[in-house]
């Protein structure tokens, strides 16, 4: 019987899309664990979204890749988000938590909100709830969806780019609610981003992918120690050229 902490453990994975000579993840061996926000970071093009989508067989997964629980434990937020223009925000709501067989949130036409909202975030809700997705802000559309993948439940959450095209302070809210799911349950959560700083103040391990494998692992605090006012930026490509 296994008693071991539930992670997911990729060792020597080495993967090309088809038709492409050059491997884009290249024996890279990684351990994704609950308790934390894992963080992968790189540059356009470093595989982020390819190892997301391999640790989610939407491309078959490869044997190197363990411990990734069953599809139906699976939450993947895609870059893009595609929801018919026309429907409104409580549809898209009734959309992610009735297709959720563990939730118990019902969908009237008084807007969702719950204890942990800021008055920011009520307010946007009240907005939204009756308004056509087509008809949002782009930010406002990633608030929403994210908000409503974070109140399913699941083993493992993947989010490509959750805070782009969103403001400072509901970035902060969204990433504040992700965070809140490694307290709560033992499922893993995976995200990427190209905003850095904004993980300062969350429970994070960061993994930077370049040149196909791990370049630093580690914490906020580990990775901007050695840079000049703690930029994380600056810490980015201190690492690439090492
Ligand atoms: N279906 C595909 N066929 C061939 N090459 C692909 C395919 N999808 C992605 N690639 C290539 O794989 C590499 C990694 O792409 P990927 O989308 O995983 O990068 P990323 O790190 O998510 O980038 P970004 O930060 O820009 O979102 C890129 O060089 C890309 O051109």
């Known amino acids: 019987m296994n008693w071991g902490i539930h992670m997911i453990k990729i060792q020597n994975l080495s993967y ?26 790189g540059k356009n093009g470093s595989g982020k979204t390819t190892l997301f989508d391999l640790i989610t067989n939407v491309i078959n997964r490869p ?13 993947y937020q895609l870059q893009g988000l595609l929801f018919p223009a026309t429907l409104k925000g409580k549809d898209l709501f009734r959309f992610f938590l009735y297709t959720d067989y563990k939730n118990d949130i019902r969908i009237s036409n008084t ?30 559309r990633r608030y929403l969806s994210i908000l409503a993948i974070t109140l ?36 893993i959560v995976i995200l990427s981003t190209h905003t850095l700083h904004e993980f300062q103040h969350i429970n994070c391990k960061i993994h930077l992918l370049h040149k196909g494998n791990i370049k630093f692992q580690g914490t906020y605090t580990q990775f901007v120690e050695n840079t000049f006012n703690h930029n994380p930026d600056v810490a980015f490509y201190q690492n690439l050229i090492l």
């Open 63 to 75: 044997a190197e890749i363990k411990g990734v629980p069953k599809e139906s434990e699976i939450i």
């Open 16 to 41: 090309r899309h088809k038709g492409c000579s050059k491997y884009h993840l290249e024996n890279l061996s990684v351990e994704f664990k609950p308790g934390t926000v894992n963080v992968i970071i």
């Open 152 to 187: 399913m439940q699941r083993k493992l959450y993947v989010f490509d780019e959750p805070t782009s095209g969103v403001d400072p302070e509901a970035r902060m809210q969204i990433l504040q609610r992700i965070e809140k799911l490694t307290r709560a349950t033992n499922s």
């Open 111 to 140: 807007p969702y909100t719950d204890q942990y909202m800021a008055p920011s975030e009520i307010e946007l809700m009240e907005k939204v709830w009756n308004t056509q997705f087509g008809q949002l802000s782009v930010g406002e």
